[in-house]
């Protein structure tokens, strides 16, 4: 059978600290075709390591039955501030990244456009075009709790990039060294004491802001139940409803918008 390009396909890649994971995007739905593809983030994770896996990753996927053409353009989240392509930060990868032009070594090691775009910021764009932000008008603020404070913020669809809500300071730390997940385990809190740290957390982003939606990720999130109720805010929240797709979802809709590739 011979191989079926399409132009409604994008591949994503989301970069993280422990893994590095692809799929092939339908745009036209937000879900990915087929399994994800995945390998364990390299260590060190330097750009040479890390750019070598980005590339097997690529391989594997474009060799499938519903991959899109071989010169398509491939979307990379990255765990960074990033800014015109180039990482202003490290988080959870080798420190050798930061001022590091990640589009031109993806570009580079692919032979191929790529745009990349902060893990988080994918997410939410994610979540905004076929997730629990979906037609949702105003501020939409996407919170990832994981090792750290990821957001996204999304204004009537629209992504207003590098809104880092993780570092903002609460009780005399930053938030994320308070109420990520991470912070969860180090302290061995239960989930009502958790939910009292997120209810200060939530408490003052909604005051700063006022959105219309909150939507939480990360791996917590598939234990929204636990905490989530517990919560006492004017905005409504909810869990993300991509998961750990999200991020995959979110970088190939980045490289689509970027290069007007339509589902």
């Not at 893990?119 to 501020?139: C, F, I, N, Q, S």
């Not at 991509?242 to 970027?258: E, F, K, R, S």
Request: a neutral charge; glycine letters at 12%; charged letters at 20%.
């Amino acid at each position: 059978m011979s191989k079926k390009h399409s132009a409604a396909t994008v591949i994503g890649v989301d970069i993280g600290g422990t893994g590095i994971k692809g799929g092939i995007v339908d745009l036209a739905t937000g879900k990915v075709v087929g399994e994800r593809f995945r390998i364990p983030t390299p260590t060190p994770s330097t750009p040479q390591e890390v750019a070598k896996v980005v590339r097997a990753i690529v391989a594997e996927l474009s060799g499938r039955e519903h991959a899109p053409a071989a010169t398509s353009p491939i979307g990379i989240t990255f765990p960074a501030i990033i800014s015109h392509g180039v990482s202003l930060s490290a988080a959870n990868v080798d420190k050798s990244w930061i001022n590091a032009d990640v589009d031109r070594i993806f570009t580079q090691e692919l032979g191929r456009d790529v745009q990349v775009i902060n893990d988080a910021d994918a997410a939410g764009l994610a979540e905004a075009r076929y997730g629990a932000g979906k037609d949702v008008k105003g501020t939409v603020l996407v919170i990832t709790l994981g090792t750290g404070i990821g957001s996204a913020f999304i204004y009537n669809g629209k992504l207003i990039p590098n809104v880092e809500l993780g570092h903002l300071e609460i009780d005399g730390g930053s938030a994320e060294s308070r109420a990520s997940a991470s912070a969860r385990e180090r302290d061995n809190l239960d989930w009502d004491q958790y939910a009292v740290r997120l209810q200060r957390y939530f408490s003052h982003v909604e005051f700063l802001f006022s959105p219309e939606l909150f939507i939480v990720g990360g791996g917590i999130s598939k234990r929204s139940e636990d905490y989530l109720p517990q919560l006492k805010l004017r905005t409504k929240i909810v869990p993300a409803q991509l998961a750990n797709n999200a991020g995959i979802v979110g970088g190939a809709l980045q490289v689509a918008m970027h290069h007007k590739i339509t589902g």
